[in-house]
């Protein structure tokens, strides 16, 4: 059973339109959430993360929403740039568990 | 500074044959993880070290794999007797320690003929 969950394989937007990436888990004792970037033939890219303490997480025009109640979250790119397109994942991991358990990943294209 | 390095980068073997992925980690950084990549799926948790002992192998799908981090730095993960199942891309990550941030190498992409 996935306990994370990206349930859209593919989006695509605007440039210089806000990108919304979502992602659900199911497995409460997740504390800790990350967003990875990926590009074709490369390791995954740390992006941005957000503790189940908080709600909300800022980088530039990067932010990370954590809805613990609904066991979601989400991350909104803006604005959009062409160079943002790629697969993003959504990683979790909890208690005293560090592996992380990934979504299947979200391919995002910015149109120009 | 420099990243995590894999090596090789790409691998070519054929069935039943023994296969070792090599992991460099950011200097200083005490964790080291392994995971693999299907195409289509997300990374998926194989094994990670805290210094030179295994924490956690429970990813490992079978006793065909093994990872050693003897001075706990560089890693091999080993595969005997390989199948064609086998075919992925082999992720390594490291952090500073397990509460850090991991960061991930370029992989290793696996073809079992």
């Known amino acids: 059973d996935q306990q994370v969950k990206q349930n859209s394989p593919s989006l695509s937007v605007q440039e210089g339109r806000i990108s919304i990436l979502n992602c659900d888990y199911t497995n409460s004792m997740f504390d800790y959430f990350l967003w990875y970037k990926k590009y074709p033939a490369e390791g995954p890219t740390f992006l941005i993360s957000i503790s189940s303490i908080k709600d909300k997480n800022e980088d530039g025009r990067f932010t990370v929403f954590l809805n613990k109640s609904a066991k979601h979250l989400s991350l909104h790119i803006v604005p959009s740039q062409p160079g943002d397109s790629a697969v993003y994942f959504c990683a979790a991991y909890g208690g005293s568990n560090y592996k992380l358990t990934f979504g299947k990943g979200t391919l995002l294209t910015v149109n120009p | 500074g420099a990243g995590v390095s894999q090596t090789p980068s790409n691998k070519v073997t054929e069935k039943g044959k023994y296969v070792e992925l090599r992991c460099d980690p950011i200097s200083g950084h005490t964790a080291l993880y392994w995971y693999r990549q299907s195409l289509g799926q997300g990374p998926e948790f194989l094994i990670y070290f805290q210094g030179t002992g295994a924490a956690d192998d429970s990813g490992l799908p079978n006793d065909r794999f093994f990872a050693v981090r003897p001075e706990g730095s560089v890693s091999t993960l080993k595969i005997q007797r390989t199948e064609r199942g086998d075919s992925a891309v082999y992720l390594c990550?490291?952090?500073?320690?397990?509460?850090?941030?991991?960061?991930f190498g370029p992989g290793t992409r696996l073809l079992v003929l």
């Open positions: 990550a490291s952090s500073l320690t397990v509460e850090e941030t991991q960061y």
